[in-house]
């Protein structure tokens, strides 16, 4: 009999299975296994989606769809993991990967690379008298 | 029948209604809903300090208001996160809830989160370690407790006993109530296979806190229970038939998205009611 320590490791192997990748455990029908792959990634993308819809627009949705698949299973969600975060690691693989053209930089961000950019010409100056 | 038996068919025979699934989006049109006698609301969604004025305004009318979690992992046979039981329990004290829930399924699993309600093998040993969580569970909430049935699209292989027979002994084990989601019994008829009259005819009635009907739609080979589609007229089938069996004493329409004018809310509602 399948004690609690058996039943933990066989659930773990499942979401290994359904998040990242890994084989069809034994006495799993495939084709259905392969079918809540895509119900849980397309969830998953959804909520990125609704997360930063700035994303889908600048890939379009084919593109979109692709690259979530591409990220989602080479980055299972873990644990703990926030929505928001998954959303954010997903613009910063897709900008690493040169997918997107810039990665999003809140106006606060922005304002503050300026007065930065400022600061810096000023010490400059500062420097030279 | 000794006292615990009494007490057992008093809480479980506690009569809710017709009621809708609360959710921020449709505050306006739930408050305006002529015909309602409660709502649930997803308790991780809560936060216990800071109720919504809506929902105040609800439970000032004297509506019940139901905390429904799905992140509890009941199932999942890893140490139990007791934090998020304590923040059901925590959302149950501050609505003055007289009954908590959440589902028989797995969640997170070896450092992984599925996101979903994943369904736990149909063995002795997922029985156990459903039971002990549980018991768990209901010692922390200090509620009654009742668990859903969920809709799957795969299946364990190695299934020692039905569904129906699963849930009958949980029950039976821990003194928990059930709720029996129609459209997760509609939507494993497609997928599974499963025979739904028989499980109306072996799940135990006077169990039944509250039943859930939801909309769903056939997409990709599956049928998928969206919450954001019309109820199917296969889901009502189904509450005539568990009506013809015994009378529930709650039913809960779920819509969590897409959601229709507030006339066509009303018309689902009252389609719900005259199954009853």
């Given at each position: 009999m399948t004690g609690r320590a058996e039943l933990a490791a066989a659930q773990a192997q499942l979401l290994r299975t359904l998040l990242a990748g890994e084989p069809v455990p034994p006495g799993f029908d495939a084709e259905k296994v392969a079918i809540e792959i895509r119900a849980l990634r397309n969830k998953r993308r959804h909520v990125v989606d609704y997360l930063r819809p700035d994303v889908r627009a600048a890939l379009g949705n084919e593109r979109f769809i692709q690259l979530f698949a591409e990220y989602a299973t080479a980055f299972p969600r873990r644990d703990g993991a926030r929505a928001r975060a998954d959303a954010s690691y997903f613009a910063n693989w897709l900008h690493a990967r040169g997918e997107l053209p810039e990665p999003h930089r809140p106006w606060w961000r922005r304002l503050t690379r300026i007065f930065g950019a400022g600061l810096a010409e000023l010490r400059r100056r500062t420097q030279r008298g | 029948m000794d006292a615990a038996d009494a007490e057992v068919d008093a809480v479980a025979s506690q009569t809710l209604g017709l009621g809708i699934g609360w959710r921020p989006e449709i505050d306006l049109t739930v408050a305006r809903l002529p015909d309602l006698d409660w709502v649930e609301v997803v308790s991780e969604n809560i936060c216990p300090g800071q109720l919504p004025p809506a929902l105040e305004q609800l439970r000032a009318r004297g509506l019940p208001v139901l905390p429904h979690a799905v992140?509890?992992?009941?199932?999942?046979?890893?140490?139990?996160?007791t934090s998020r039981v304590e923040a059901l329990a925590a959302v149950a004290a501050a609505l003055d809830a007289p009954l908590a829930s959440d589902h028989v399924c797995f969640v997170r699993a070896g450092g992984l989160d599925s996101g979903h309600l994943l369904p736990v093998p149909r063995t002795r040993a997922a029985l156990a370690v459903l039971t002990a969580n549980v018991t768990v569970a209901q010692s922390i909430t200090g509620v009654p407790f009742a668990l859903e049935n969920i809709a799957a699209l795969i299946e364990w292989p190695g299934a020692e006993m039905s569904e129906a027979h699963f849930l009958a002994e949980l029950t039976d084990r821990t003194g928990c109530q059930l709720i029996i989601d129609l459209a997760n019994l509609y939507a494993n008829a497609r997928n599974?296979?499963?025979?739904p009259e028989r499980f109306l005819d072996d799940i135990p009635l006077e169990r039944i806190a509250y039943v859930h009907v939801a909309g769903g739609v056939e997409r990709g080979g599956a049928y998928h229970d969206t919450h954001t589609h019309p109820v199917p007229a296969g889901v009502l089938d189904l509450l005539t038939a568990l009506r013809e069996r015994h009378e529930p004493p709650g039913v809960l329409l779920e819509r969590d998205g897409d959601y229709p004018p507030d006339a066509e809310i009303t018309a689902e509602l009252a389609s719900i009611r005259a199954r009853l």
């Open positions: - | 992140s509890l992992s009941l199932g999942g046979a890893e140490p139990l996160d599974l296979g499963t025979d």
